[in-house]
């Protein structure tokens, strides 16, 4: 192995991660749509839980949290929705998941989260109720 001379640079980010998540929220029917796009991991669980807590604003509310647009989503972001789903549950309120995506739900069924949430294929199927 050969040295290099002088002292070693420290490559490691500064700062808070960088993430490319973008959580949007619209009204739709009785229900509350969070629309996440980019993808969901460890890098944007904080970007998450803080969008969820802005967006949700009542504890009995009924959030849709649309994946549509989700390539990725890890435990530390299913961790998330599910304390939020916790949250409003123990409120009243409820919150279900489209996942139109049969990688991310093969995810929810590996984990038993496909019996924890409701899940939808899509915002107009959770929204109509058929």
Do not use: H, W
Not at 34 to 59: E, Q
Not at 77 to 84: N, Q, S, T, Y
């Amino acid at each position: 192995m050969k040295d290099c001379p002088g002292d070693a640079t420290d490559l490691t980010p500064k700062g808070p991660p960088v993430t490319d998540l973008d959580i949007t929220g619209t009204d739709e029917g009785d229900f509350t749509v969070v629309r996440l796009v980019g993808d969901v991991d460890v890098s944007a669980a904080a970007r998450l839980r803080d969008g969820l807590g802005r967006l949700i604003t009542a504890p009995d509310e009924k959030v849709l949290v649309d994946l549509t647009d989700v390539p990725f989503l890890d435990s530390t972001g299913l961790g998330v929705l599910v304390a939020r789903l916790k949250q409003l549950r123990q409120g009243g309120g409820d919150l279900g998941l489209v996942v139109p995506s049969e990688r991310l739900m093969r995810n929810l069924r590996i984990t038993g989260l496909d019996r924890v949430f409701n899940v939808y294929g899509s915002v107009r199927e959770a929204v109509s109720g058929k």
